[in-house]
């Protein structure tokens, strides 16, 4: 079995948000970005992002992150603008086609760093994150 076939049996999930407003909040009140990642149930790219890099992070203290289903038609999600949607619904409205997408935001919803899609090159994807992490960071100050 290869890596990426043990990885996706592992069902590790970063929580998922009932309000996107109030959980930019609580991230910023930290003086941390959001961030969002964008998911799909047996993605195997997906599982690398959340189980090497994003749910580690998460339990160091390190990122404020949380997922979304892009499939989801039936969860109920506060956006940013206060309004009800689905997480299948706020994914299309940021155009998010590719899983993983990982989006870091500001309280407010404005997007405060280059979305990461995909993993284009595996050995240096923590060094993106990072790199975006620290943009998104400075920004939100």
Not at 32 to 54: K, Q, S
Request: charged share 20%; hydrophobic share 40%; with cysteine.
């Amino acid at each position: 079995m290869s890596a990426l076939a043990t990885d996706t049996t592992t069902l590790q999930a970063l929580p998922v948000p009932t309000s996107l407003r109030g959980a930019a909040q609580a991230a910023a009140s930290r003086g941390e970005p959001l961030v969002v990642m964008t998911t799909l149930t047996g993605c195997p790219y997906c599982a690398i992002v959340r189980n090497h890099y994003l749910l580690p992070m998460r339990r160091e203290g390190l990122v404020h992150a949380v997922q979304l289903d892009v499939q989801d038609r039936t969860g109920n999600l506060q956006g940013f603008d206060g309004q009800l949607t689905t997480p299948a619904e706020q994914t299309r409205a940021w155009k998010a086609r590719f899983t993983p997408t990982v989006l870091f935001f500001g309280p407010d919803g404005r997007e405060l760093a280059e979305r990461l899609v995909g993993i284009a090159v595996p050995d240096f994807y923590g060094e993106y994150l990072e790199a975006r992490l620290a943009e998104a960071r400075r920004k939100l100050k």
